[in-house]
């Protein structure tokens, strides 16, 4: 069965600090990843997705995402943290079957000023 | 003009109660999910409808029914509440075109239910 694995639970970085979320995906065939965003209180909001081609995917926010195959990892980053930015993070994987996103267990960033 | 909308946004009730909530999505959308988000903020899907057909469900209890009058709205029965229901359920859709995993779903803000 697919499953995403986000290693670290608790992230804490210094505000215009760059910033790296690991994401392990295990998926049978080519993944469609993605990476969401969920601000306290709130729903979840895109960042960015891969669906093929460039491994480099950029997004919203500044956030940009790396695919790479060989490691299974579809890792978030940011070259500078803003405040704002303090969330959880969450990766999925679609499945083929129904659509349906299987999500990690989240990270949590916190920033500190 | 909000996209995917729930109502309500929280909800407080005693267990053995029936309760639902609603979803609506302005997005001209084929597909609708609902998800829940439990205690330690782990997502799992529930349900998923395509044109107002049931395409997914997740080994969810039957007091659980899902029900889309239109293609436009998902919503969520459930039946005799119980203390593990207590959680955040999210409504998503998707243009349910694509198919195989790549259809982007956008979130509704969530209904934090609490069972007492």
């Known amino acids: 069965a697919q499953s995403v694995t986000q290693p670290d639970i608790h992230i804490t970085v210094s505000e215009g600090a760059s910033l790296e979320l690991r994401c392990n995906y295990s998926?049978?065939?080519?993944?469609?990843l993605f990476w969401y965003v969920q601000s306290p209180g709130q729903g979840l909001q895109l960042l960015l997705k891969?669906?093929?081609?460039?491994?480099l995917v950029q997004g919203i926010k500044g956030f940009e995402a790396e695919f790479k195959r060989s490691q299974s990892s579809f890792n978030l980053r940011k070259p500078s943290v803003h405040w704002s930015d303090a969330a959880e993070y969450f990766c999925?994987?679609?499945?083929?079957?129904?659509?349906?996103?299987?999500f990690g267990a989240g990270t949590i960033l916190r920033v500190k000023s | 003009d909000t996209a995917v909308s729930q109502t309500p946004k929280y909800l407080v009730t005693q267990m053995g109660n029936d309760k639902s909530i609603k979803c609506e999505q302005n997005?001209?959308?084929?597909?609708m999910y609902w998800y829940k988000q439990d205690s330690k903020k782990f997502l799992k899907i529930m349900f998923s409808y395509n044109n107002k057909e049931l395409i997914i469900n997740e080994t969810v209890p039957n007091r659980f029914s899902p029900k889309s009058p239109d293609k436009a709205h998902l919503n969520l029965h459930i039946n005799s509440l119980e203390l593990g229901d207590s959680a955040v359920y999210f409504c998503?859709?998707?243009?349910?075109?694509?198919?195989?995993?790549?259809?982007?779903?956008?979130f509704g803000p969530g209904t934090r239910l609490t069972v007492l």
């Open positions: 997005l001209g959308h084929d597909t």
């Open positions: 999925a994987v679609g499945e083929w079957t129904g659509n349906k996103l299987v």
């Open positions: 998926y049978g065939a080519t993944p469609y």
């Open positions: 891969y669906f093929s081609g460039d491994t």
């Open positions: 998503a859709s998707s243009r349910g075109t694509s198919g195989g995993g790549s259809d982007t779903q956008y």
